[in-house]
């Protein structure tokens, strides 16, 4: 692929790998060929803290549901890498409507507790990579099945799009 992107006259292309359940080791993208990783959260998150308390309406749910107010408030999501490393963040993960009751994630976060996590990782990203490089990558497709999105619900309304606002607004400001 770099060797045709120069033949056609291409300055070359940047390869990043998603740094998903089959990349959680000790190697790094450049083994692989890529020139840099990026999160792909919620992978990597097995090793956070879970909540022990929850009610649900059903009683067959065996699925984990993480403490996001623990992991955002001790800012457990941070890590170093020896190799280019590029963030993301979510605004909410819920995938019981894929896995039922069996091997489910909840991630549930408010509006405002997103909005800290991404300036948070705004101002990482500005901190460890120069201006051209400076991309943060939010993990919202509006996929629905797995409570992924940053379109207006019935819960939250605009409340999300507007944190992200908020948060580039904060950031342009700062």
């Known amino acids: 692929m770099r060797h045709r992107a120069h033949e056609s006259g291409l300055n070359g292309i940047y390869f990043m790998v998603a740094l998903t359940h089959n990349f959680e080791s000790t190697e790094t993208p ?18 956070f ?17 993480f403490d996001m107010e623990e ?24 995938n019981t409507a894929r896995k039922a009751y069996s091997n489910a994630a909840v991630l549930q976060l408010s509006p405002d507790l997103y ?8 101002k990482w990203t500005q901190a460890h990579h120069p201006p051209q490089e400076s991309v943060l990558f939010i993990n919202a497709w509006n996929e629905w099945a797995e409570g992924a999105h940053l379109e207006p619900d019935q819960r939250y309304g605009y409340a999300f799009l507007q944190a ?11």
């Open 49 to 65: 803290p879970k909540k022990q308390r929850f009610e649900f309406l059903d009683e067959h749910f065996t699925g984990t549901i």
């Open 115 to 122: 909005k800290a996590w991404l300036v948070d990782m705004l």
């Open 71 to 94: 992991i955002i408030g001790k800012r457990l999501y941070m890590r170093t890498a020896d190799f280019p490393l590029f963030r993301t963040v979510f605004p909410s993960w819920d």
């Open 30 to 47: 450049s083994e692989w060929g890529f020139d840099a990783g990026v999160e792909f959260p919620p992978h990597g998150f097995a090793r």
């Open 164 to 174: 992200t606002r908020d948060a580039l607004e904060h950031m342009s400001s700062s």
